[in-house]
């Protein structure tokens, strides 16, 4: 069974900062990445790297957010800083493994508000 699993969301005040982490297994992925879903809008992507380490971000990133990770031990981690109200929605942790197939965590709920 393939699992991607999401830890380190949270509530956090505007401006502050979060990790989130993702470990995957049951697979191996030639891409990980993170994509965020708040409610009424669709998923939408904020990160992603390969496994040649090749990252790709969303405008809205605006240079906030560090995406990082070790693909052969099927890790992903974003550190998210200066974070901001419309920051807030569920984190998705998402891997594509090299047999084409493509997987979602759970999700992690990031807040952020006063």
């Known amino acids: 069974q393939v699992q991607l699993v999401e830890s380190g969301g949270g509530l956090v005040q505007p401006g502050g900062s979060l990790r989130l982490s993702c470990v995957g297994s049951?697979?191996?992925?030639?891409?990980m990445g993170w994509y965020r879903q708040a409610p009424g809008k669709q998923r939408e992507l904020v990160a992603t790297?390969?496994?040649?380490?090749?990252?790709k971000y969303a405008d809205f990133v605006q240079g906030r957010f560090t995406i990082s990770g070790d693909l052969a031990k099927n890790m992903v981690y974003l550190q998210m800083n200066d974070l901001k109200p419309d920051d807030t929605a569920v984190y998705y942790c998402?891997?594509?493994?090299?047999?084409?197939?493509?997987?979602w965590g759970q999700g992690t709920q990031v807040t952020v508000a006063s």
């Open positions: 790297i390969s496994s040649r380490e090749t990252t």
């Open positions: 998402n891997g594509d493994s090299i047999w084409f197939n493509e997987y």
């Open positions: 049951g697979s191996t992925f030639k891409s």
